[in-house]
C-alpha cells in the first residue's frame, strides 16, 4: 500500500515561505498527487494537484502565483513551495494520491483520493 508522509510546516510570518514535502514509500508514477487543505471551522479544501506521468499542474484560484507544486522522480516525492504566505493560508496541510494517468490533474474532492498523509500544520501570524 501507498503511504504519503508530509512535513515542514511550521509557523511563518506574513509574506513569508513555506516548503512542504510529500514523500512516498512506493512510486507515484502513474497517479494524481493533491495538497488539501483544512482550516478550523472550514471545510478541506483542494490547494493544488500534478500529475506524475504527465506533469501537469492545476491550482485553486486563492494560491494562483504564489504556490508551486512539483515533483522529484527520483526521491518519490511531492513538494509545496508556498511563497507570499497570507494569515488565511493558515491551515492543517495534506497529500493525497490516486491512480490516475490523465495528463492534467484538478484540486478537487471529487476524485477518489485512495492515499492521504498525516498532514503538517502550517501558521501565518505577525
Known amino acids: 500500500q501507498l503511504r504519503l508522509v508530509e512535513s515542514g510546516g511550521g509557523t511563518v510570518q506574513p509574506g513569508g515561505s513555506l516548503t512542504l514535502s510529500c514523500a512516498a514509500s512506493?512510486?507515484?508514477?502513474?497517479?494524481?498527487v493533491g495538497w488539501f487543505r483544512q482550516a478550523p471551522g472550514k471545510e478541506r479544501e483542494g490547494v493544488a494537484a500534478i500529475s506524475t506521468p504527465g506533469g501537469g499542474t492545476s491550482y485553486t484560484d486563492s494560491v494562483k502565483g504564489r504556490f508551486t507544486i512539483s515533483q522529484d522522480k527520483t526521491k518519490n516525492a511531492v513538494y509545496l513551495q508556498m511563497d507570499s504566505l497570507k494569515p488565511e493560508d493558515t491551515a492543517m496541510y495534506y497529500c493525497?494520491?490516486?491512480?490516475?494517468?490523465?495528463?492534467?490533474?484538478?484540486?478537487?474532492?471529487?476524485?477518489?483520493?485512495?492515499?492521504w498523509g498525516q498532514g503538517t500544520q502550517v501558521t501565518v501570524s505577525s
Open positions: 512506493g512510486g507515484i508514477s502513474r497517479n494524481c
Open positions: 493525497a494520491a490516486v491512480w490516475r494517468t490523465a495528463q492534467y490533474c484538478l484540486p478537487t474532492l471529487s476524485y477518489n483520493w485512495a492515499f
